[in-house]
């Protein structure tokens, strides 16, 4: 499709798509209870003729779109959106603000998926110009493990027709609008959760060679993993741990008999991340041992390491520079962060990249998950113009 005439397409539709955007702002469901955004979304594919199906992974939306020669027994691309929303309680001044108290699109899956929208409509318009069937996948539930990606994955949304190569776009609040980022390789950590229950033997804190100390307990058990990890982890290798709560109900002269821990450890390697719940689970039979108390460890694995593959980036950086000029084309740094797209990059070549929708002159800087975060309406129109351009370049 011609630049020119995409752009026009883009600009025509503009409008439309920031209602689809600011409706599905409005109603933000949590995650795996997309219901209502999952006909949202089918009754517009519906009112365009693109073919789709529902109820994928219970709340997913998968469309096919295709030349009139194309089957569905033929290679495609797939094209990845997202549909929940995050438990914040939204501070915007703003006529689209969430109705729904305590829940809020913080993330930008609205915005991924109204461009979604809007680029399968003009890609249902020209798709006697595509030069593969597209795949367009609405998926639940990327917010909460185990993943909506994985359940879209177990539903076969890889397969009937074969998904030969995937792309997907996500906010970035700290690049300005205009802007777009990508990074070939490493670009995003596993992320597994930690639970940590202690068992002790409470008591009088002036008598605390009668007791147990589960707080004890767990102070050791932290240090001691922590100066594993940094001894054991191969310098190549990225990773956190990091504790971010420590619960145990005692006062100034009460030890009490349990203590709770909670935690996140990331990394980019599977090899480590396999070796580390070793050290963990070591840690807690040897310190409990020590002690004479319990301590039980719960891993709750999360996503994979999300890696981009860099044959895919390097062409989607050739062809986002021929859109929107070079200057306009930025190189990502690693990030700790994780994201459940990682379950594709497992299986096929993929591109995750990130689409700038901050606006500092506009007070438009807060990152996701914050409780103001929101976008550059611009943004809608360049994300639909990089998705488009993949689709017709493919």
């Avoid at 995650?31 to 955004?37: D, G, L």
């Avoid at 594919?45 to 199906?53: C, F, K, Q, V």
């Avoid at 980036?313 to 962060?337: C, N, P, Q, W």
Wanted: proline share 5%; net charge negative.
């Amino acid at each position: 499709m011609n630049p020119d005439k995409l752009k026009l397409s883009v600009s025509e539709l503009f409008e439309k798509v920031r209602s689809w955007r600011e409706y599905m702002h409005r109603h933000p469901e949590p995650s795996f209870q997309e219901k209502n955004t999952m006909l949202f979304v089918s009754e517009i594919l519906s009112s365009y003729g693109i073919e789709h199906e529902t109820n994928v992974a219970e709340t997913g939306v998968v469309a096919w779109i295709g030349a009139d020669h194309h089957t569905k027994e033929q290679p495609c691309v797939g094209l990845r959106a997202d549909l929940d929303a995050l438990p914040i309680h939204e501070e915007n001044d703003v006529p689209y603000k969430s109705l729904v108290d305590g829940w809020m699109h913080a993330c930008g899956h609205d915005v991924h998926t109204s461009i979604l929208l809007g680029s399968a409509v003009i890609l249902q318009a020209n798709r006697n110009d595509l030069p593969q069937p597209i795949k367009l996948i609405f998926q639940p539930g990327e917010e909460m493990n185990p993943g909506g990606a994985s359940l879209m994955m177990k539903a076969g949304v890889l397969h009937h027709p074969e998904v030969e190569k995937m792309y997907a776009l996500h906010v970035f609040p700290e690049m300005e609008v205009g802007n777009i980022g990508l990074r070939p390789g490493l670009y995003m950590a596993s992320s597994d959760e930690l639970h940590v229950q202690i068992k002790g033997v409470g008591g009088h804190g002036a008598l605390p060679e009668k007791c147990v100390n589960p707080i004890e307990m767990g102070a050791l058990w932290m240090s001691r993993v922590k100066a594993r990890f940094n001894e054991e982890c191969p310098d190549a290798v990225p990773h956190v741990l990091t504790f971010g709560r420590f619960e145990a109900l005692g006062s100034t002269n009460v030890i009490p008999s349990e203590a709770l821990i909670k935690g996140t450890f990331r990394t980019m390697d599977e090899i480590w991340r396999a070796k580390a719940y070793t050290i963990l689970a070591d840690e807690a039979n040897e310190v409990s041992t020590l002690f004479g108390g319990e301590i039980a460890l719960n891993i709750s694995k999360g996503y994979p390491f999300l890696k981009n593959d860099e044959s895919l980036t390097a062409e989607l950086k050739v062809l986002f520079e021929s859109v929107f000029g070079s200057d306009h084309i930025h190189e990502l740094a690693l990030r700790m962060t994780a994201e459940d797209f990682a379950f594709y990059s497992q299986e096929i070549p993929v591109c995750f990249f990130r689409l700038g929708v901050g606006n500092q002159s506009k007070g438009i800087t807060y990152a996701v998950h914050h409780p103001r975060f929101d976008i550059d309406n611009d943004a809608l129109k360049m994300g639909m113009i990089a998705m488009c351009s993949i689709a017709f370049k493919a």
